[in-house]
């Protein structure tokens, strides 16, 4: 189920949620059993997400972040329970294995992100 919320969030290039309406949402979606809510603030907020209440079901994200250490950085603090690379920002396939190579170790599940289609 893709939930449309308008121009609420667009992995970090719309404004966004803020922390209280993305915990609000989160606890609204608990009742429909959904896998994951997908990048539900800003990335230059996650910092505070990670401290936040977290939903039944997962957050995933990370289809913004370009190498490998700045998802070191994200796993070290939580900020995902799915991670969500893209293979077109993180530098191509060899690092996308990098980077869930490392997800492993955290105990992490990963779910590649593809944005747009080949040309």
């Known amino acids: 189920m893709r939930l449309s919320a308008g121009r609420l969030s667009d992995g970090g290039r719309q ?20 896998l994951w809510f997908e990048e539900p603030v800003p990335r230059w907020t996650r910092r505070a997400a990670c401290r936040s209440r977290r939903p039944a079901h997962g957050i995933a994200g990370g289809e913004v972040l370009r190498t490998r250490y700045e998802f070191r950085d994200a796993f070290m603090r939580r900020a995902f329970d799915i991670v969500q690379p893209d293979v077109g920002n993180v530098g191509g396939i060899s690092e996308l294995r990098n980077v869930a190579m490392t997800a492993n170790t955290f105990g992490l599940q990963v779910n590649p992100h593809v944005w747009g289609r080949p040309s």
Do not use: K, V
Request: hydrophobic share 35%.
């Open 15 to 34: 404004p966004g949620l803020q922390r209280r309406t993305a915990i609000r949402i989160g606890q609204r979606l608990a009742e429909y059993d959904i």
